[in-house]
């Protein structure tokens, strides 16, 4: 019996082998095989992976392992493997220099495009969330240092930041991109705040409303570039993200023009990365976060300059590893809750961001950083807690 693929035609077979050979080549550098028996190594179903891999890039071999056509028992150790390797920066198409066109000529992250996020990722449904972040319904990484369970690093996690930004009650907090309202919540039962938590999703804003009933929370649908009002502290946890690095300064100005005292404080928690960019992995973005990009220390900087004064500034990216290898646990124990409301294509593209997203931060091409800012310095100094 014949499979899809058995009967190519003859002129395809060698420049197939000659696909077949440069990405054996590529992996081997990474000590990856390709057909090997070790749980990192990839076995291929359908040998059009190889053209498709090089003609596409990222995009083409995150498809083709949504079409099936290669598996890996340990995507995550790969991708560790491979992006350790830098074998990404290798395999560059003419669409890769589209795409950063577009960003410089564009601004894909303005105010008309700033709900597209909300509808494309964090709408997908509160009930997938709720499964696979637990009680606190973080999307943002863990603090594993003295944690032991997913729910014990979150709530480590939301206590460091209350404790940075030294949250005293009846203080007024603003949370820039509150997800499900965890922090918002958090702080306001923990530490006696009123809070104002932004969204720009609408699932998002519905559960937070929900879960901070009877609390002194105003959940608000808005774009960051509208909020209004005065506050005490600022946070901002895995939204910057989102913002885009033709924004970061009026980000900054707005975060500044909100903060209500010259003692306030903002903490900024957000993934970074090594270089700067101005576009994201392009898989990621059609699949994932669209018009998402991370920022670069030298990003960051530049742009708080004249406004803030960098009180501290704290990397913990190697505890998103296990946080998302968490969150794939949880998705997969779950999985058949879920599975009448998603095929099994979107299984196989989540499990794949998870994976991938674990290997950036193994691999350390990925950071996560929380950087606290005042407008004039604290006096005395910020002795800051870990």
Known sequence: MSTPYSQQPQSTAAPSQKFRSRAAELLQSADIEIDGSRPWDIRVHDPRLYARAFAEGSIGVGEAYMDGWWDCT????????????????????????????????????SRSRSFEIGRHHYDKGNRLYQYMLGKHMMYSCGYWKDA?????????????????????????????????????????????????????????????????????????????????GHFDRIVSIGMFEHVGYKNYRTYMETARRLLA???????????????????????????????????????????????FIFEDWHNFGADYDRTLLQWLHNFRVHWDELKNDYDQRFYRMWTYYLQASAGTFRSRRSQLWQVLLSPNGVRGGCRVPR
């Open 261 to 307: 005292a010259d003692d306030g404080l903002f903490l900024l928690h957000c993934i970074g990365t090594n270089t700067s960019v101005n576009k994201t992995d392009p898989w990621i973005a059609r699949y994932i976060f669209p018009n998402s990009m991370l920022p670069s220390a030298r990003q960051i900087t530049t742009a708080i300059e004249g406004l």
């Open 74 to 109: 340990r995507l995550d150790e790969f991708f560790a493997r491979l992006f350790a390797a830098r074998i990404d920066d290798k395999v560059v198409t003419w669409k890769d220099g589209l795409r950063s066109a577009q960003a410089r000529l564009f601004n894909l992250q």
């Open 148 to 228: 032991q369970t997913l729910d014990e690093a979150q709530e480590a996690k939301l206590d460091l930041i209350c404790r940075k930004l030294r949250l005293e009650s009846g203080m007024k907090l603003l949370d820039i991109g509150c997800g499900w309202g965890g922090m918002v919540k958090f702080a306001a039962e923990r530490y006696g705040v009123e809070a104002v938590g932004v969204t720009v999703s609408e699932q998002q804003a519905n559960y937070a409303r929900e879960s901070c009933r009877g609390l002194p929370i105003d959940i608000r649908l808005e774009d960051y570039r509208n909020i209004e």
